[in-house]
């Protein structure tokens, strides 16, 4: 069941999305599971979880696109046992089309 997670705070609304996917940061690589997406950024849950602040790059399948994307993020918030918030930075134009397809379509479910 799709659930909108909409907070007064946020500046896109936030739809249900689990997915498999991998963060690189530090040198090092882990995996991890999305848990919403919106236009503007990813949930995710990982262990352990990235500081905030950090920059790193998330390597993600989208729908329309036949490769995995390489998103440069930044983890905007963490809580542990929870997950963490991250931004997207820079969307490739082919990126930035995925993402909204996806959005609209899980708006629509």
Do not use: Y
């Amino acid at each position: 069941m799709l659930k909108c997670l909409m907070s007064q705070n946020r500046q896109h609304t936030r739809l249900d999305f689990g997915t498999a996917l991998e963060i690189h940061f530090d040198d090092q690589s882990q995996p991890g599971r999305s848990l919403n997406i919106s236009a503007g950024g990813i949930f995710i849950d990982t262990a352990p979880l990235p500081e905030f602040g950090t920059k790193l790059i998330l390597h993600i399948k989208l729908p329309g696109i036949p490769d995995k994307c390489k998103i440069p993020c930044i983890v905007r918030w963490k809580k542990e046992g929870e997950g963490a918030g991250l931004q997207f930075e820079k969307l490739r134009p082919i990126e930035v089309w995925a993402v909204n397809k996806l959005v609209k379509s899980l708006a629509k479910d």
